[in-house]
């Protein structure tokens, strides 16, 4: 298990894995934000949180068809399925790599791209905090997505069709945790329902994901 | 513990292929099948390697002691050939690489990246996988791709210090491998009835 999570994160650094790629579109995504929607520090405060939200959900989905399709052309899933290593465990491990390379970074740098939308300061922490909480979800589910749909040609925008529904309650609740921390409210409520569903997501998700990944395979 | 199936029918794309396989392998030999393209070897070996599950009949001796090597040989290019094998051998709980890179004559080339090998080294790096598997059942489909005949010796051989360690191979080709001991199985007898019209489609399916 952790030499294909070694693997995972040496191909996501080397030359053509695409960390960075993630990060680059959630930069230009808030960065454009003010462009559309005017620089008044009054209105992007109002609505940094959900922007940034959304920003890190759609810098989330954009790596996802990478997640498993090039494992599948190549034949590494076909291998993988029939090596001791079960199915599950294999997916829960990508969906950490994918977590690590593309999740974390995105944490990481959305208080810096606050600064840019004029989050409140109280805002930083939780936003910090929901962020840190709901991306593993997101890869989570992600997976689950790219299982699905993994040997349909050009399947990434039906992936995203897929799992965009998929990812409302974490983004209903995680921009609503920010969004009550950027207005000095407590945002424990919206926090504990985040990690709930981060939590059965993570916990029940790798079967789902095995199992349509198997059907995929055939 | 041989490699037995019994009364196997197996289907592609929902329409049955074969019917009424019934073979067994024991440890120490190798059976080599044949038929003509889309006569549903691939999926013979699929379903034995158990990535399809097949519409009725029994596999017994396959789970867990099956190597898998196919078309596609799971190598990625931005890794070096020594990271690619240490990765399986890792996976099958295996530490040894060296063994593996000497039967199919690969030190030279540990240090470059698999993406920059032509395909005939690549098809090397692929079946010098099954090496560091520890495995005892081989399910091979067409190894022989794009290999020259040295390489295709180096398979024959090693493959018969498999067999000779006890363990078994399964390989669909349509070339001779020199492996006079093997026995063949000809596949075409049990196609299914209405096999001929998917036989068309089959490489779609990959």
Not at chain 1, 44 to 55: C, D, F, Q, R, T
Not at chain 1, 84 to 95: F, T
Not at chain 2, 5 to 25: E, N, Q, W
Not at chain 2, 134 to 154: C, F
Request: charged fraction near 15%.
């Amino acid at each position: 298990m952790i030499a294909l999570l070694r693997r995972d994160l040496t191909l996501a650094l080397r030359a053509g894995g695409g960390f960075g790629l993630g990060l680059a579109f959630f930069l230009i995504v808030t960065v454009l934000v003010p462009f559309g929607v005017g620089p008044q520090a009054a209105t992007l405060s109002v609505i940094a949180p959900g922007i940034l939200w959304i920003g890190a959900l759609l810098a989330c989905l954009l790596s996802l068809d990478r997640l498993l399709a090039l494992d599948y052309e190549d034949g590494t899933l076909d291998l993988l399925a029939t090596a001791p290593l079960p199915l599950e465990a294999a997916l829960s491990i990508k969906a950490l790599a994918h977590w690590l390379t593309t999740g974390l970074p995105l944490v990481l740098a959305a208080p810096v791209l606050g600064i840019l939308l004029s989050l409140p300061g109280p805002g930083y922490l939780w936003l910090v905090v929901s962020l840190a909480l709901g991306t593993p979800a997101l890869s989570v589910i992600g997976t689950f997505g790219a299982a699905l749909t993994v040997g349909i040609k050009r399947g990434g925008l039906l992936l995203s069709l897929l799992v965009l529904p998929l990812y409302v309650p974490t983004l209903i609740f995680g921009a609503e945790a920010a969004r009550r921390g950027a207005l000095g409210q407590d945002p424990s409520t919206s926090l504990l329902l985040l990690a709930g569903i981060t939590l059965a997501t993570i916990a029940l998700m790798p079967f789902a994901s095995a199992a349509v990944l198997r059907m995929g395979l055939r | 513990m041989p490699l037995s199936i019994h009364d196997l029918t197996l289907a592609r794309g929902g329409v049955p292929v074969l019917t009424g396989v019934s073979l067994s392998l024991q440890p120490g030999r190798a059976l080599i099948l044949r038929g003509p393209n889309g006569s549903g070897k691939t999926t013979l070996l699929r379903t034995i390697a158990g990535l399809a599950p097949p519409l009725s009949g029994t596999i017994e001796g396959a789970e867990d002691r099956v190597a898998y090597a196919a078309h596609a040989d799971g190598l990625k290019a931005m890794l070096s050939v020594t990271e690619n094998l240490t990765f399986w051998a890792s996976v099958f709980g295996q530490i040894d690489i060296n063994v593996a890179l000497e039967a199919y004559d690969l030190h030279a080339l540990k240090d470059r990246l698999a993406g920059t090998l032509s395909a005939g080294q690549k098809r090397r790096l692929g079946l010098a996988r099954l090496l560091v598997t520890g495995r005892p059942v081989w399910v091979l489909d067409e190894p022989t791709v794009s290999l020259d005949a040295q390489a295709v010796a180096m398979f024959a051989a090693a493959v018969r210090g498999h067999l000779e360690g006890g363990g078994s191979a399964l390989i669909a080709t349509h070339i001779d491998l020199g492996l006079s001991e093997a026995d063949v199985l000809d596949i075409s007898p049990f196609r299914a009835a209405d096999g001929a019209l998917v036989g068309a489609s089959d490489e779609a399916f990959l």
